[in-house]
């Protein structure tokens, strides 16, 4: 398949540093608790919490997601859970991309019922078009109207992860 480079390195990386300089001033004295989405969001995720400027607490939960084709089956599972105490703690989720907003739904949903102090949503990429639930992204750091991506973590059927930058699959 053909790829297109829609976002190089360099420009992610500046914006990553501008969310987790807008994360560190609204934590700041609050410790937060990263909850990062595996597997796609590992490369966001460590760059964020790097850059922050903060203390924070990291973990992560694991949701059944696409299969090899590039829609949402419609169902979404947990199969992995954090292992860190979270009750009463403020959590940020970390996602990769939010595409039809069915996965972030169901993490947050589950989430909710754990007696947080609160939770917000970080994703680096919000996909417009294909939007279902009406979710809220408190952080993003790129909109895109349409595509499918890869790089940067993203994957199309667990290849193109290790791409240094994210492209856009033709
Ligand atoms: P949603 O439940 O439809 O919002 O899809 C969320 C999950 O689908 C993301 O966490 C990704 O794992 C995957 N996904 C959605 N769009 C893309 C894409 O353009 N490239 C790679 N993975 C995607
Ligand atoms: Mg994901």
């Not at 937060?32 to 400027?53: A, K, R």
């Not at 949503?121 to 919000?126: G, H, K, N, S, T």
């Not at 750091?141 to 699959?169: A, C, K, M, S, W």
Request: aromatic share 8%; net charge negative.
């Amino acid at each position: 398949m053909e790829k297109e480079l829609l976002i190089p390195r360099k420009t992610i990386l500046a914006k990553v540093k501008e969310l987790a300089r807008r994360i560190s001033s609204d934590y700041a004295e609050k410790e937060p608790i990263l909850i990062g989405v595996l597997n796609g969001v590992v490369f966001f995720f460590t760059d964020l919490v790097t850059e922050m400027t903060i203390p924070s607490k990291i973990d992560f939960i694991r949701a059944a997601s696409y299969g090899s084709n590039t829609s949402s089956s419609g169902s979404v599972r947990l199969t992995k859970d954090v292992e860190i105490p979270i009750q009463g703690k403020p959590v940020i989720l970390v996602e990769d991309i939010v595409d039809t907003g069915l996965t972030l739904t169901k993490i947050v949903e589950t989430l909710k019922q754990r007696d947080l102090e609160s939770i917000k949503v970080c994703a680096l990429i919000d996909k417009l078009e294909r939007r279902d639930m009406d979710v809220t992204i408190d952080y993003y750091g790129f909109r895109v109207n349409e595509g499918f991506l890869v790089g940067y973590g993203l994957d199309h059927d667990e290849q193109y992860r290790y791409l240094p930058d994210i492209y856009t699959l033709k």
